[in-house]
């Protein structure tokens, strides 16, 4: 399976308009690929709290609909990062959408933990309440975004859906990127699953982007992995050692804990 993850970089000098249109051109030349994958909130930057409100979408707005056509001129599954939403009562999310090569939405993913303390994000923008997986020919995707990359559970009820491959799209600073390489890891790992983590480069309102996207295997080698600056990373992936991996050591057998109890 061949992956390309888009590390676009967010310039505070560049219109939303003008980068939806350069995102879209670089997703088209992407075409050859299986899967290609945007980061957070790239179309105003994760911590531009100040826009989020004036640069809200619906739904069905300009960054779903150009972005569902760059899908089906490059002919991939596009995981379209995520963009801020207005849902029709008012409250703003941080939605990821998924498109198939025909262009057509697959899914939508509200993300599930907020960040910021009590402050932006967190108070701005309401909770994503559902777990989402899209099954594709090749593998079924699990979503999450960012900040949920902290929370393992949200992890493990993705794997219980039937995941097999997580993606993680993120607008992650610097100053923890660390923290970010330690814990794609560490999700693949415990999961048993390939991790593709894809962050943004640039300054978000201030705060330096960490870049450095990363394809992790489910024994927890890093397949690849991006610099700090805007690129495209590629690799190449078998999706079936997913399953290999979980029958040599099948760990996630002997879980006792977070398991429905019995009747």
């Not at 190449?236 to 429905?260: C, H, I, N, S, V």
Request: glycine share 10%.
């Amino acid at each position: 399976m061949h992956a390309s993850l888009i590390q676009i970089a967010v310039n505070p000098d560049e219109s939303v308009n003008s980068r939806r249109e350069r995102a879209a051109s670089l997703v088209v030349a992407q075409r050859g690929a299986d899967l290609v994958v945007l980061p957070e909130l790239w179309p105003v930057g994760a911590f531009a709290y100040t826009v989020f409100a004036d640069e809200a979408e619906p739904l069905s707005g300009p960054t779903h609909d150009i972005m569902a056509k760059a899908a089906a001129e490059a002919g991939v599954w596009l995981h379209a990062g995520s963009f801020v939403e207005r849902a029709g009562d008012g409250t703003l999310y941080n939605t990821t959408l998924v498109f198939s090569p025909q262009g057509e939405r697959a899914a939508a993913y509200r993300k599930i933990h907020r960040f910021g303390f009590d402050k932006g994000e967190a108070v701005m923008m309401g909770a994503g309440e559902e777990l989402v997986t899209v099954a594709l020919p090749e593998t079924t995707l699990g979503l999450a975004t960012c900040y949920d990359l902290r929370f393992p559970e949200q992890f493990r009820g993705l794997v219980d859906a039937g995941a097999e491959t997580l993606v993680v799209s993120a607008g992650w600073p610097e100053r923890r990127r660390s923290h970010w390489t330690l814990l794609a890891q560490a999700r693949a790992v415990e999961n048993q699953a390939y991790v593709l983590a894809v962050g943004s480069a640039g300054t978000h309102a201030g705060v330096e982007q960490a870049g450095h996207s990363i394809v992790v295997d489910p024994w927890g080698e890093v397949l690849a992995e991006a610099g700090a600056g805007e690129e495209v990373l590629t690799v190449e992936f078998d999706p079936g050692r997913t399953a290999t991996t979980r029958a040599q050591f099948p760990a996630l057998k002997d879980r006792r804990l977070g398991l429905a109890a019995p009747r």
